[in-house]
């Protein structure tokens, strides 16, 4: 957590290991991630901001502990240029293994097949 914290002051950004992924065949991205400290890790703001959303559609889902989708909507607004940010799925860490239910409910509201 205090790495998280310095890297959110510093407005870090980490360096990813290997290749990223091409996004040419995707229409709908899931950009899934802890919000620690009310934001997304720095290293998604650096994978964000390496590649290209222009004309597809983002929905965050996080973890957390109360933060809800903390400003992960508003974050990649910003580093997903040209992208629409669509409805997302908050989670709390205490309620991922009992979630199924609600990610499925979740899933078919957007669009995407449950299962």
Known sequence: MKRNVREQDT??????EGRLPFLDGYDTILL??????????M???TFTESLDFRGKTVHPVTTHA?????????DYAVSCP???IAEGLAVRGEEVKDAGTEVEAWLR??????R
């Open 82 to 84: 040209g992208a629409t």
């Open 32 to 41: 899934a991630s802890p919000v620690w400290n009310v934001r997304a890790p």
């Open 66 to 74: 109360m933060s809800g989708l903390g400003t992960t909507e508003r």
């Open 109 to 114: 509201r957007i669009g995407l097949p449950a």
């Open 43 to 45: 290293i998604m703001t």
């Open 11 to 16: 407005d870090a950004r980490p360096a990813i």
